[in-house]
């Protein structure tokens, strides 16, 4: 079940993401909180602040995934993930004197995105490159876990550590937390790439799509990742809303209830890595998928906290079984050389689409309860999903 991990670069890679991950949640937890107390409890800047946070994604993922199929990996990750040690550092700063606004945190945000979608594709890219291919499913599955084991200690570490030292604290502890992923990639080595002639950027970016629409499976699963991230994955950042005004709660139950959402996704990614391989991977993402959106839903009219909890553990399990089947199958499907321009184009429909939804969301919520809007974009997520299966052979045969 852990046999990607005999892979010592494997292994020092995993262990300092894991490590750096947890002071992201722990940040998102405190930036989330700061946002509200800054805006009087405005669900509409939270979308402002998770579309500026995001949208980099939708820009520049793209030209990070030309970039990681030309440029050292390590080295630009390196690079990526100094910028955002220093802008946690920073945000630690402004909120420690009392002298963050709200636009402030718009535009760290933004900042810090921009670096998130330049390291996407190449952390992507280069985990193949530290294990054999028959351990690629369970590295996948295992990055999975630790991320979503991350989604579990960081909330809750996070809405305790806020409650002992301030928002301030979480920003400086995320900061810090880089430290272990910087270490780990001056350590780990991996084969040399093939140094060959490229075409110029626009041209490598737009042989990644013509590759990509000549294989019809991709192409659906891209689709279908489109409209997770648009529709659905943006109540993600609506879940400290309804937290504070729905359900009462305070710091420390938003940890609670964000970690339920991370043990959910902590098991789907545990079984993924356990099973080895996932048979029959289109009609699974179709119904994980109708798991999650239906999650959602009740997540949107629970008033009682044990259910508020219920529903996102499920939605943390059917969300990273889905999302563990994308990108195995992705990844598998795609040939070397194409793989970073490939998997940019997975991380801009994955990572890219969220704000335009958050923001969608953000501004209906003026005019709209909140909770209807969430539910209206997952149901209709749901009638996508069904159509999907219904109309695409390719997918109904993915196996």
């Not at 900042?111 to 330049?118: E, F, I, K, Q, R």
């Not at 928002?167 to 001056?186: E, H, P, Q, R, Y």
């Not at 043990?263 to 993402?285: C, N, P, Y």
Request: with cysteine.
């Amino acid at each position: 079940m852990v046999r990607a991990l005999r892979n010592c670069d494997f292994r020092l890679f995993w262990g300092g993401n894991f490590l750096s991950n947890i002071g992201t949640w722990m940040q998102n937890v405190a930036q989330s909180w700061l946002v509200l107390t800054l805006t009087a409890n405005s669900a509409f800047w939270l979308g402002i602040v998770s579309f500026a946070g995001s949208i980099p994604f939708l820009v520049f993922t793209l030209f990070g995934g030309v970039v990681a199929d030309r440029a050292d990996k390590r080295r630009l990750l390196l690079v990526t993930q100094s910028v955002m040690m220093i802008l946690a550092f920073v945000l630690a700063t402004l909120t420690w004197f009392k002298v963050i606004t709200v636009w402030e945190v718009v535009v760290l945000s933004f900042l810090n995105g921009m670096a998130m979608a330049m390291n996407a594709p190449s952390y992507q890219a280069l985990v193949p490159r530290l294990v054999p291919r028959e351990d690629l499913t369970n590295a996948i599955a295992l990055n999975s876990a630790q991320f979503n084991l991350s989604r579990i200690l960081g909330p809750t570490l996070g809405g305790y550590a806020m409650a002992l030292f301030g928002m301030a604290g979480n920003f400086f502890l995320n900061g810090l937390s880089f430290l272990a992923v910087l270490w780990s990639l001056t350590r780990i080595q991996y084969p040399g790439e093939e140094k060959r002639e490229h075409p110029s950027l626009l041209d490598s970016l737009r042989e990644g799509f013509t590759y990509l629409r000549g294989e019809p499976q991709m192409y659906v699963l891209v689709w279908m990742t489109a409209v997770v991230s648009f529709l659905a994955i943006p109540f993600i950042t609506f879940i400290p809303f309804f937290a504070r005004m729905q359900l009462n709660l305070g710091e420390t139950g938003l940890g609670w209830l964000l970690a339920a959402s991370g043990f959910g996704a902590v098991v789907a990614a545990v079984l993924v890595a356990a099973f080895g391989v996932i048979r029959h991977r289109g009609k699974v993402v179709v119904i994980a998928g109708l798991f999650f959106f239906s999650a959602i839903i009740g997540f949107c009219y629970s008033h009682v906290f044990a259910l508020s909890a219920c529903c996102a553990l499920v939605e943390g399990f059917s969300a990273i079984l889905m999302i563990s089947c994308f990108n195995i199958a992705i990844q598998h499907l795609s040939s070397d050389e194409m793989r970073g321009r490939v998997m940019s184009i997975y991380a801009t429909s994955f990572l890219g689409l969220p704000p335009l939804g958050a923001l969608l969301a953000g501004e209906l919520s003026r005019h709209i309860p909140t909770g209807h809007v969430l539910a209206a974009m997952a149901a209709t997520a749901a009638v996508l999903y069904i159509s999907f299966y219904v109309l695409s052979k390719p997918l109904r045969e993915l196996d």
